[in-house]
């Protein structure tokens, strides 16, 4: 579809105009990864699903905001950290949060089944703060001064939060990864 | 301590220039120490990067208000007036505007001559009096049902969350009953549900989205 092809820098003017379906084609670009990047900072399905309507819907009623259409990304992740900060901040801290759906290991095979599901148990012993940067850098591409601005914080900490994160994961990696290494070196 | 000097998380992400790349890849091929350092941290930081990406459980869609044709338009803009028209509060508040300078304005034409005698300035009062109320008569109901209007509008639009959120529930049950295959013929309700639910947040999609019109130039 010639519409969906078309690209950012011209969809996110039209939708600034008040164009609907332009917003929605940026919408279906975007919704996965940040349905997926909210659910990894409030592991409940319904709340990832109800913050990201939000966020989409603040993108719509601020997007005059955004001056250069190429930080259309970003931008749209500086929203959604807001929108789960705000929630977050609103739950109680007493109520442990749901564990995470299943169904997403299957890219992997029954080896990355097992590392999928440590990388989630160990994405769990990170910080708040630890686990959205390393998301953010490692899951999301994003480079430190993209994460600098969506989180607002200088890029020197967010680097630091990310490899202490790293340490704290390869931590509780290491037996599946070194176990796996050692089939393999059988094999 | 030369092994020290390299920052092999930073090789895995890849933030290091090539420079600095190439210098680790040197090293790596004489030390076998580092190379297992190095393997491990590339192992975390892939494992982390094959996390596959989540579906969301529906698309998200906005919709324009159905006849309304003004978001998808040129503009986003409203005239001042329809603003004014689309605000229950300040249509209001414009209605009692108006009310007071018909009041005043009534007052001031009636207004009695300084030589009037007593008794007929009485009378006069009583007449501006009647006028006024006269005109609060005519113009409160037409204000009031304006404002009550917007009210119940808005009420509507705040009442279609708690609404979604019951529909929610119930297709959560229903979901469940189906993965368990207890019941075949729940298929064609769960598909009505969903039906349903989907169209009702479009609804919430409609009002939330044509009462948040962007908002210009902050």
Known sequence: ?187 | MECARFDWKGYALGELSAAETAECDRHVHACERCRVEMGRWQTTVASLRNLPQVEPPRRIVFVPEPGAGSISGSSNEDPWWRRMWNSGPQLGFASASVLALAILAHGLMARVPAALAPAQSAQMEALIHEAAMKEVDRLLPQAMDAALNRAMDQRLRTELRPALAGLKQQLAQEEQLHAAGLEQKRDADLKAIRYAFERLEQRLNYATLSSARPQGGE
């Open chain 1, 1 to 187: 579809m010639i519409l969906r092809e078309a690209d950012e820098r011209d969809l996110v003017p039209r939708a600034q105009k008040g164009d609907v379906e332009a917003f929605n084609v940026l919408v279906s670009r975007w919704e996965k990864r940040i349905y997926s990047y909210l659910l990894r900072l409030s592991p409940d399905a319904g709340e990832a699903f109800d913050l990201s309507q939000e966020t989409f819907l603040k993108a719509f009623q601020n997007l005059k905001r955004l001056d250069a259409p190429e930080r259309f990304g970003p931008w749209l992740y500086r929203i959604a950290h807001n929108e789960a900060i705000s929630f977050l901040r609103r739950r109680r801290p007493e109520s442990d949060p749901p564990e995470q759906s299943t169904g997403r290991s299957t890219a992997f095979g029954m080896a990355g089944v097992e590392i999928s599901l440590a990388v989630q148990q160990a994405l769990k012993v990170l910080t708040a703060e630890q686990r959205e940067s390393v998301v953010l850098k490692v899951c999301e591409g994003f480079k430190f001064e993209e994460i600098a601005a969506i989180l607002d914080t200088p890029a020197s900490t967010i680097k630091s939060r990310v490899y202490s994160a790293l340490e704290a994961m390869r931590g509780v990696l290491a037996p599946v990864t070194d176990a796996r290494d050692a089939r393999r070196t059988e094999e």
